[in-house]
């Protein structure tokens, strides 16, 4: 049957098998002439890329004070599929599964304490990396939370202001134990003067906020990053003293006008676990965003934490 002869041929020329070589991607370091590129590639916020436009923003793509090295992850062309913060902490923004797999064969080199990204990204980089590299001791969930305008109102005032370097030794207790209750390592054990200084740059930098009343703390609050249209805050506390009796509310209501009236948005992650901290946020106005992982890694063999 001609007819169904000549289908046959049109569908075989119609359907070529491709034998074309894809090259796979490069990862370098970024340098400092890169920034405005990253920056663009990084400009969807999610925690991830909140967390490293901030250390750009504050230290440069090339630091010490960013604990580690950004990476980026290019195709044949040159084009980015991703960057990576790897060194103490590992942090990956890549939108392909090859950048992803090409970041963890890198990361497997070096020594991390913690993996941070939401859940879909950390599965598939961890199915990429568990292989070679460190084992997890702990994993947990995270709530990621935002407040934006319109901001409930608390009656009273409070007396908070930007911390001091009078400030710097209480604080330093209190997030050090707080960093304990999440990572189970006590930052003020393993490296004291560096938690330190991380944190008296922080103060300097206007990033901490305190409302003290006759010498004792009632509360404090940490930016950890500020970039276009977002704040990201960390280690709230409320002294125990002084919990249950309305004050943690009208501070971070106080905060939240503060800080809303040059962002958009404020965020922070809570652990799934906490409910206590949950229902906090959430009366002051939080919404759940997405949810994420952080995975605190085991110390390689022979080195501590």
Partial sequence: MPHSASLEKAVAVET????AYVPPPSVQPLAAAHTQEVLAFLAPRSVDTIFLC???NDNGIESPLNRGTLYGCRDADGQLEGVALIGHAMVVEA????????????????????????????????????????QPRRICRELFLELRWPVETVAGATGLRPATVDDLEELA?????????????????VDPEGFRA???RRIEMGRVWVWTEGGRL?????????????????????????????????????????????TA??????NEQNKDAQAFFFNAGYKLRACYDTIFLQPKAGESN
């Avoid at 948005?265 to 809570?270: E, G, I, K, Q, R």
């Fill in 173 to 189: 207790v209190i997030n050090a134990a707080m960093a304990c209750e999440e990572s189970g390592v006590n930052p003020l054990e």
């Fill in 16 to 19: 070529p098998i491709s034998t």
């Fill in 218 to 262: 009632i509360f404090k609050a940490d930016i950890m990053a500020e970039v276009p249209g977002y704040i990201y805050l960390e280690a709230v506390y409320v002294s125990p003293g002084e919990r249950r009796k309305g004050y943690g509310r009208r501070a971070m209501s106080e905060l939240a006008q503060l800080l809303l009236a040059r």
């Fill in 54 to 56: 901030g250390l750009i």
């Fill in 95 to 134: 939108r392909t599964d090859r950048a992803s797999a090409a970041f963890a064969r890198l990361a497997r080199e070096v020594r991390a304490h913690l993996i941070l990204g939401d859940q879909e990204k950390i599965e598939n980089f961890w199915a990429h990396y568990e292989q070679g590299g460190q």
């Fill in 265 to 270: 948005t404020l965020c922070l992650l809570v």
């Fill in 198 to 200: 991380r944190l008296a």
